[in-house]
């Protein structure tokens, strides 16, 4: 299914967008990318969820990609005796390990590595931030804090501990398990919560043993600081602004979010910008201008995605927000100064000759009077390299990998056609000028770029640029071999 867009849009999938119908409404008007979050509904209902996207990807004949998010480790107080008490700031509250029910003055806190790892000072964030606790002192079994934000605090809300590195994993036993499942049933990208450190990225590679793609969300000060070391161990990234957003200053967002965004760019690897994009219109059928403007600002920076979570999870209008979101996409790329900023901020990676030969194609293309790029790739590399060029042409990305195919439905510009396997380059070419005008982006009159390796079907082995005519009598005529 042609888009008239590059960048990619995620949609969140849940009790507003479980059934046939709306699923395949959501991808009619716009949605690329389906995630299904692992922090909620049992195994049954997501795999209901997979064979419905499934379905619609044959019946379309569109590739669709399919994102588990998996939950990570959640830290939680334990139980009030009332169920909730108010804190006023400057009061003193304890956490321990005592299960007994909390008060006023404390509550258990059922998480020994967090009292491991805390020192004097250090931040304890309760319910998103809204109550934010200092650590006096503490212990193997405690913390005795001063209340500096007060506020009322209930069962079981979430806790973040932004100040230290914990000395915890990033996979739960819930996630091994659900990890285990989404894998065996044909997920295209697995997102990992809680990443603090590149062995986390390790970790669930070696879990997932090349079954679906890893995807870190950074959304630990933690991951801030070793985000290069996590990019290299990734395969893609998802800036988690929710998240950062609460164990961060708010103003350090943007900043991090555009330095993350240009970061992955130049490794030529996905990026997804999440959480609270259109947030209002979980509840109205229009976002406001504000939430128009940051998802714009996603764009303008070179984001691959932009993602909606319970906007079309949960939201009475899930179609609504993914045509929103889509007229953004739209209008910003059609501005000539979206064009300016994406192509100065283009950075010169030239180590290979893969690199060499995407970024001929680009020239070419941007230099002439070139409808698309054409590239043939096994494993998708070739396609993210091309991505990363950001070119003026639609990028047609060649295949007979299914599995590829799926994955690159969450790249920048990239259109997926498959193929069959191919053995001579100028079956290539052939294959890539029908695709072109099947697909609607040229004309038999009209000259594409296409590239390739040789020998194919290897990955890794881009080594050939050809401009081609549209017109396959002309290609048998100037290349009758």
Known sequence: MRRHRNVKIVATLGPASEDYDTIRALHEAGADVFRLNMSH?????????????????????????????????????????????????????????DEAEGDVSRVCLPHPEIFAALREGASLLVNDGKIRLRVTSCGADHANCEVMVGGTISNRKGVNVPDVELPLAALSEKDRKDLEFVCELGVDWLA??????????????????????????IEKPSAVTRF??????????????????????????????KRLVRACRAAAKPVIVATQMLESMITAPVPTRAEVSDVA???????????????????????????????????????????????????????????????????????????????????????LLTARERPRVPIIAMTSVMGTARRLALTWGVNTVMTEELSRFKAAVINAARAA???????????????????????????ILRVAPCQESLIYATDPG
């Open 41 to 97: 509904g049992e195994h049954e209902s997501i795999r209901e969820k997979h064979r419905i996207i499934r379905q619609i990807e044959k019946d379309l004949n569109s590739p669709i990609a399919i994102l588990a998010d998996l939950q990570g480790p959640k830290l939680r107080v334990g139980t009030f005796a009332a169920n909730e008490v108010d804190l006023e700031a400057g009061a003193s509250f304890r956490l321990d390990l």
């Open 192 to 217: 990992l919560s809680f990443v603090q450190r590149p062995e986390d990225v390790e970790e669930a590679r070696e879990l997932a043993r090349g079954r679906a793609a890893i995807l870190s969300k």
């Open 228 to 257: 290069a070391s996590i990019l290299a161990a990734s395969d893609g990234i998802m800036v988690a602004r929710g998240d950062l957003g609460v164990e961060l200053p708010v103003q350090n967002v943007p900043p991090i979010q």
């Open 297 to 383: 600002t996603a764009i303008y920076e070179g984001a691959d995605a932009i993602m909606l979570s319970a906007e079309s999870a949960a939201g009475s209008y899930p179609i609504e927000a993914v045509t929103t979101m889509d007229n953004v996409a739209r209008e910003v790329e059609s501005d000539p100064t979206y064009t300016q900023i994406i192509e100065a901020s283009r950075t010169a990676t030239r180590t290979t000759v893969a690199d060499g030969i995407v970024a001929a194609a680009r020239e070419i293309a941007e230099t002439t009077d070139i409808k698309a790029i054409c590239c043939f790739t096994q494993s998708g590399t070739t396609a």
């Open 437 to 463: 005008r099947a697909q609607g982006y040229a004309t038999t009159l009209d000259q594409i770029v296409v590239t390739a390796g040789v020998p194919f079907n290897v990955p890794g082995t881009t080594n």
